[in-house]
């Protein structure tokens, strides 16, 4: 899907790239060329790869709450939407800042959703989230935005299963699954470059608004420092992306779109 790596064809969370590498990454509108006017190219080399995990506090990085955080999670991220999630409404975490890289940052995650004490009526199966990147919608189709639903998930069993409130444990799930949760979350792989995270947007489906409530997305995946590449004469023809580019020689090149594409531009 997003390279000829066939451990990630195969499910495992593995970095899409190695140091020997260069990424080419592809924009809405097609190669980013942010950097063009710098003389760079659209591939990076890569100077850094760190895995990260535990984005928050109990490694949950917090959407949505109905009112306070559920005890023991500390503060809201700045911008937090803190409101009533009504029965047929949504709540908008646009791009959050904590979410930011900086010049020549780049991450590759996958994410589990988490809701907390739901209280009587609702379920988590009645919430859907949907990722979109400015307004382009992610896992879509040009006239169906695609949603995601926690009946998808690997254990806890279709995440009936509240996360821990303070001075608590989570509880075990009633079987657990023969294959590691990770691995088999690559569908819901996303990349960002620099300060362009995506943007959470969770739906109430129910006939019941949710009260009291919270949600958050559990990340796991790798942090990359790029190297924006400089063009000289020793390049030479490579197809990537669907056209043939003047691409530095004997390299492995992994292209990475990092929305989909719409013929526009984000960057």
Known sequence: MYSDQPLYRAGALEPIAGYTDALFLVDAGGPVT???????SAFFGIQSIRPIFGLGLHGVFMIWAHGAMPAGYG??????????LAAGGSQ????PVPLNLGSYGFVQLRWT??????????TPDDLDLQISFGQIA?????QIAGRYNMVDQFQSPSDIIPGAVQAANKALPAAFPQANPWDEGNLTEIFWFENNPPTFT??????????GSAAGLRFKGFRYMLQPLTPDKSWLPQFVAGAWRMAPPGVHVVAVPLVPPTGTTTY
């Open 202 to 211: 969770l739906q109430n489906n129910g006939a019941v608004s949710v009260a």
């Open 34 to 40: 942010k950097y063009r006017d710098q003389g760079y």
């Open 113 to 122: 959703l988490e809701v907390f004490a739901m209280g009587a009526g609702p």
């Open 92 to 95: 908008v975490y646009p791009a």
């Open 75 to 84: 503060a809201a991220p700045s911008g937090m939407p803190a409101a009533a």
């Open 138 to 142: 992610d896992y879509s189709l040009p």
